[in-house]
């Protein structure tokens, strides 16, 4: 049996070996002192969220004052100094982590080495600071505090975005993204998936339209047929099935919209694949789009 956590992925707790996953390691509060920390470096990441109170951190990339509300991060061997401010020292709450997705996901927010703090949140952060202390080795335990940490780094992906330029979203692949994964409910409209993809509906219209030669109704309808051509290859179930699979609830109309794009009803297109033995010919394709 596969082990949930192999030896060649560490699951130690002290942050000394570098893991492709997410890995939580430890979480900690420290309460109003005059507390301070370096010049150092450390090998892992540890974010922290000031509860009240205010302090100051320096690195080489300069001195942020900090206050309550506002976090800051320490990125892996960057050198660091921090202490509380003399006259309102802080109290504030961190957790440690590692692995290669931390870094994948702190890409998607605005902290870096070069700015590593955060502005004060709109929501209170403390409580989803506190993960299990004291965890033990038990892999469903590992893998909640993992859950937990991702469901606090989820918040600072969200209240602090990475600034992308408009030109370098990628609103038709969403567009795409969303009709891949909800083509199946007879529900799903045109307005569904520009409310999804959240920008103007004719800017959509027109980017989908110069990015694949049609409409986006014109795309859900051929990605669902393609789909049908899939279930009809590679499964025996009924046409009615197929159709209620792929987001018609009426076979007939199902029936109707699959001979107008690829010229064959479902039942002469599975008739034709057991005769040709043919297995990958879809009549249709979205490669190029």
């Not at 996953?21 to 990441?45: E, Q, T």
């Not at 692949?173 to 969303?178: E, I």
């Not at 051509?229 to 159709?243: F, N, P, V």
């Amino acid at each position: 049996m596969r082990q949930l956590f192999p030896e060649n992925e560490s699951n130690t707790l002290n942050g000394s070996h570098v893991n492709n996953r997410l890995v939580f390691i430890s979480y900690g509060h420290k309460p109003v002192n005059m507390h301070k920390w370096g010049p150092g470096v450390r090998d892992v990441y540890a974010l922290h969220y000031i509860i009240k109170g205010k302090g100051m951190l320096r690195t080489r990339e300069g001195t942020f004052p900090l206050e309550k509300g506002e976090s800051f991060i320490i990125f892996p061997y960057m050198e660091i100094y921090y202490y509380p401010n003399p006259q309102d020292p802080w109290e504030y709450v961190w957790v440690e982590f590692n692995g290669e997705e931390a870094t994948c996901l702190l890409e998607m927010t605005s902290l870096t080495p070069y700015h590593p703090v955060a502005s004060a949140s709109p929501l209170n952060l403390k409580s989803f600071f506190e993960i299990d202390k004291d965890m033990g080795m038990d892999a469903y335990i590992k893998l909640r505090c993992e859950a937990k940490l991702r469901l606090l780094l989820s918040y600072y992906m969200e209240y602090y975005p990475k600034e992308v330029s408009i030109n370098q979203v990628d609103y038709v692949g969403q567009a795409k993204t969303f009709i891949h994964r909800h083509y199946w409910k007879s529900t799903i409209r045109v307005s569904d998936i520009v409310d999804a993809v959240k920008i103007e509906r004719s800017y959509l219209f027109r980017l989908f339209k110069e990015a694949t030669g049609m409409s986006i109704s014109t795309y859900l309808t051929r990605y669902r047929v393609q789909q049908a051509c899939e279930l009809l290859r590679s499964s025996d179930l009924s046409i009615k099935a197929i159709a209620y699979s792929v987001g018609y609830k009426d076979p007939l109309y199902f029936s109707r919209v699959f001979k107008k794009a690829t010229s064959y009803t479902p039942s002469a297109y599975m008739t034709l694949r057991l005769e040709s033995n043919e297995t990958t010919h879809t009549f249709l394709s979205l490669d190029n789009t």
